[in-house]
């Protein structure tokens, strides 16, 4: 067990009881950590995409087309990487394909993918699709979306015309390339998860002079015997009856509630060596018993007697002080459930950020059409929210200037109506934005109170009328 907490900061920290997976690319793994530690599933999920097609384009002579899809990725830098082939259905113009892409989905990113549809030709139907030359193969059209895009969709299907490469600059003949189907379903075994308190009372120490440093490893018991660790507890200094901060086990992650599990009492040690104090074997199901009968579990410790190890039952006992079992819903289980996540936005528009009308502003509106810092930020968490709001008219306030003739204004419609402060997309916002630029007098002092209030109204209206929507507020400001 050395290994398990091999320094006094590894080891005093808790560790949460799920783990994250490394598909997920690191991008939330901080995230990740904190919200699993809190029984909370992450704002990412995996995704398995499965795809059908009808009226492809017949590219052979004498039959229908073998088709094939190949998936690529467009990066942000525009870089396009191929990730995924399927299979080849065989003289098919409506085929469904039976391979499925498993792809990350990050609420934060957007994710730009392509599909590209092939038609194999005879003589490579013994090869590989994986060794297969694309640039040998006829192309019967491509297409693309978001991953954002499709989760959204309330069957989380969308049908998407297939078009071709050279044909593309003219739309009439798009509608003979055929549809491609991309259908998405989240991977989840089991979304139960059991929240769990353990305690331990009497046991003994293990130091010379003071009291141990209890902390528990929970491990799941594989087929061949062997033990994996899927939980630590904190460490507990100086406390021969310890109790811990509560554990999150997923149902998933430990097999059943049936699984066995190992439950170790360890002895801190800052040099790794931990002492183990005594352990048992229980369920899920075993540990939900204890709690239900207020029983507790006497540990033992394998002792060696004579050449064998035998079981030496402690007076030290694991006790199960809370155990109760949720299901812990998903971000794309809300959406479709039919909840919206609505944006809206307020800019700084006081004299800390410079004369617009010169270069060294935020406010600068560059000719070449560079985008300023409080374009940048509009555009770039408003290109990640839009999928998310379906009618796409977003709240847009200004704060902090003096309208043409009037008093400061610490809330102020962006798109200049006295009446309604809404604006139709992103490129609606952009636009009202720069207006408002040459509309006011840049003042102050900073103050956020009204445009909360604004928006607090707007949230409750809707409430108010039964809608299932969540409201976020981006407020861009100069920070001093």
């Known amino acids: 067990m050395g290994n398990c907490c091999s320094d006094v900061g590894g080891g005093m920290a808790a560790v949460s009881g799920a783990t994250s997976s490394a598909a997920t690319g690191n991008q939330n793994d901080a995230v990740d950590m904190y919200l699993r530690s809190h029984g909370i599933h992450g704002l990412f999920s995996q995704i398995e995409l499965s795809f059908s097609a009808t009226s492809l384009r017949d590219r052979d002579v004498f039959s229908k087309s073998d088709p094939m899809v190949v998936v690529y990725i467009k990066e942000r830098d525009g870089a396009i990487n191929e990730v995924f082939r399927t299979e080849v259905v065989l003289n098919s113009s409506t085929p469904t394909w039976i391979a499925k892409y498993t792809i990350t989905y990050h609420f934060e990113v957007v994710q730009n993918l392509l599909f590209k549809v092939f038609d194999v030709d005879t003589q490579y139907h013994n090869v590989e699709v994986k060794m297969l030359k694309l640039e040998e193969q006829q192309s019967l059209g491509e297409a693309c979306c978001t991953l954002s895009e499709l989760v959204t969709k309330p069957n989380r299907s969308l049908t998407l015309d297939l078009i071709r490469r050279e044909e593309s600059v003219s739309s009439t003949h798009s509608q003979h390339c055929g549809k491609l189907t991309v259908h998405a379903e989240e991977c989840f075994s089991s ?3 059991a929240d769990i ?14 009291k141990s440093d209890p902390f528990l490893v929970i491990s799941k018991l594989v087929e061949s015997g062997i033990s994996i660790p899927v939980c630590k507890t904190e460490v507990l200094k100086n406390d021969h009856n310890p109790t811990w901060k509560p554990v999150f086990l997923n149902i998933q992650q430990v097999g059943s509630k049936d699984s066995p599990l190992v439950i170790e009492c360890f002895n801190f040690n800052s040099n790794g060596k931990h002492d183990l104090i005594g352990k048992v074997q229980k369920s899920l199901a075993d540990l939900e018993k204890l709690h239900l009968g207020r029983e507790g579990e006497n540990l033992y410790l394998p002792t060696l007697v004579g050449h064998n190890y035998e079981n030496k039952i402690l007076n030290s006992k694991l006790l199960v002080d809370k155990f109760s079992e949720t299901v812990q819903h998903t971000f794309l289980d809300y959406l479709a459930g039919g909840f919206e996540l609505n944006f809206m936005v307020a800019i700084d528009f006081t004299a800390s950020n410079g004369n617009p009308r010169l270069p060294d502003s935020l406010h600068y509106i560059d000719p070449s059409g560079r985008l300023n810092a409080y ?25 902090g200037a003096r309208p043409i ?14 009446n309604y402060c809404e604006v139709q997309g992103i490129q609606g916002i ?6 408002a630029l040459f509309n006011v007098s840049l003042a102050g002092p900073t103050l956020f109170g009204h445009v909360i209030n604004r928006a607090s109204v707007v949230a409750c209206d809707s409430l108010s009328t039964g809608a299932k929507k969540y409201f976020a507020l981006l407020i861009i400001t100069l920070l001093i």
């Open 191 to 193: 979304k139960s998860t």
């Open 197 to 210: 308190i353990l305690r331990c009372i009497d046991l003994e120490s293990k130091d010379l002079f003071s």
């Open 375 to 399: 374009q940048k930020a509009i555009y770039e968490v408003g290109k990640v929210l839009q999928f998310y709001d379906a009618d796409k008219r977003y709240p847009a306030w200004g704060f």
């Open 405 to 418: 003739d009037g008093p400061v204004s610490h809330c102020f419609n962006l798109n200049g109506s006295s």
């Open 430 to 435: 952009m636009m009202a934005y720069t207006s």
